[in-house]
């Protein structure tokens, strides 16, 4: 499971050097609010989706290792969670990136 954190860090990475010369000044991160100037943040904010990502991702990890070892059903189902936020913040930063390039 960590090789396909890894992976997905790698692809944010690189559709982010492939389009760094496109981005504009801000970007539209905020989408929980109004249309419109109070959607954009500054082009950095972007990084708050990989972030989220892996402090999630490990957060998940620790806290199986720490108090559900022994129960398949939780490792199930944290596993599944986790693999939903690979694939969901992934998506959302390649969106984010290629809405704005």
């Given at each position: 499971?960590?090789?396909?954190?890894l992976?997905s860090?790698l692809?944010?990475?690189g559709?982010f050097?492939f389009?760094?010369?496109?981005?504009?000044?801000?970007v539209?991160?905020?989408?929980?609010r109004?249309?419109?100037?109070?959607q954009?943040?500054d082009?950095w904010?972007?990084f708050?989706?990989?972030?989220?990502?892996?402090?999630?991702?490990?957060?998940?990890?620790f806290?199986?290792?720490k108090?559900f070892?022994?129960?398949?059903?939780v490792?199930?189902?944290i596993?599944?969670?986790?693999?939903?936020?690979?694939?969901?913040?992934?998506l959302?930063f390649?969106?984010i990136?290629?809405?704005v390039?």
């Open positions: 499971m960590d090789y396909i954190l992976l860090n692809i944010m990475i559709f050097i389009r760094f010369n496109r981005i504009p000044p801000q539209p991160i905020f989408n929980s109004p249309e419109g100037e109070e954009l943040g082009w904010f972007i708050l989706i990989p972030l989220a990502l892996n402090l999630f991702f490990f957060f998940n990890s806290l199986v290792k108090m070892k022994d129960n398949h059903f490792l199930t189902v596993g599944y969670f986790n693999w939903f936020l690979i694939i969901a913040f992934t959302i390649i969106r990136i290629l809405l390039t």
